[in-house]
């Protein structure tokens, strides 16, 4: 079963190095601004999209299955007021880098998560792993841009990119060697990353979405859900 976590969860995470390498490309190949500024935001729209299909699908519902309604709330609260300050905090003393960050802010739970889903529910397991891996995707991609935008070389970007690649692996590891036997603690998670997730999505990634006459660029939330709800049908 550790095999399966880690292959799984390194599925998850070297998704992060692939949205690097393919923002790479894209800032090599692609030198219309207008074109590359609407695919930009295509792209973390799709997936915002994708990232509210894991907190609808997965985290919330299988998180307060375990756990009473007052703990459910109390948890989820406590998670969007911790990411409320860690966003103060990085806006503080890393607005430089706030995307790679806020990456890491989501990508850490749910791979603890992950790792402990493996051994209550194996085809939950799987689909929480789908979703992380696509939801790594655009954030990596945008994470890519913001890291050059900062001076940062090409060459130091995606070592970083990579380097984060295997964090999933490793908390995967972690959650799922010391909470195998911990249900309430995994559902916690679960809750505390879903809260998390969507104050980021509506604090910092919903606002930066809009572009002046691109209303498609919203649809791109819709497909991102859609793929979770296929997801949902087929596992």
């Given at each position: ?5 880690l292959?799984?969860?390194f599925f998850?995470?070297?998704?992060v190095?692939?949205g690097?390498?393919s ?8 030198h ?7 695919i930009?935001?295509f792209?973390v ?5 994708i990232m509210?299909?894991?907190?609808s699908?997965v985290l919330i519902?299988k ?5 009473s309604?007052f703990?459910?709330?109390?948890v ?12 103060a905090f990085?806006e503080?003393?890393?607005?430089k880098?706030p995307?790679?960050?806020?990456m890491?802010?989501?990508f ?8 402990a889903?493996?051994v ?5 397991g799987?689909?929480l ?9 655009p954030?990596s991609?945008n994470?890519y841009l913001?890291?050059?935008k ?8 995606l070592?970083i ?6 964090i999933g692996?490793i908390?995967s590891?972690l959650?799922?060697m010391?909470l195998?036997?911990k249900i309430?603690?995994?559902?916690c998670l679960m809750?505390?990353a879903?809260?998390g997730?969507?104050?980021l999505i ?5 606002p930066?979405l809009r ?8 649809i791109?939330?819709n497909l991102?859900?859609i ?7 087929l596992?």
């Open positions: 079963m550790l095999l399966e976590v292959i799984f969860s998850a995470g070297i998704t190095f692939i690097g390498l923002s790479a490309y894209f800032e090599e190949h692609l219309n601004k207008i074109l590359k500024e609407k930009i935001h792209l729209a799709f997936g915002t999209g509210l299909a894991a907190v699908f519902p998180g307060m299955h375990n756990v309604l703990t459910s709330v109390f989820f609260l406590l998670g969007a007021i911790t990411f409320y300050y860690l966003d990085i503080k003393n890393s607005a880098i995307q790679v960050l806020a890491l802010l989501d850490i739970p749910e791979s603890i998560a992950l790792g889903l493996f209550y529910d194996h085809k939950v799987i689909l792993a789908l979703f992380i891996a696509l939801q790594n995707l954030e991609f994470s913001e890291l050059r900062s001076k940062i070389s090409k060459k130091k970007s070592v990119l990579f380097a984060l690649s295997f692996v908390f590891s959650g799922y010391f195998d036997d309430e603690i995994t559902s809750l505390f879903s809260g997730i969507l104050y509506f604090q910092d990634i919903a930066s572009l002046k006459s691109s209303r498609y660029i919203a791109g939330v991102g859900f793929i979770g709800m296929m997801g949902e049908a596992l």
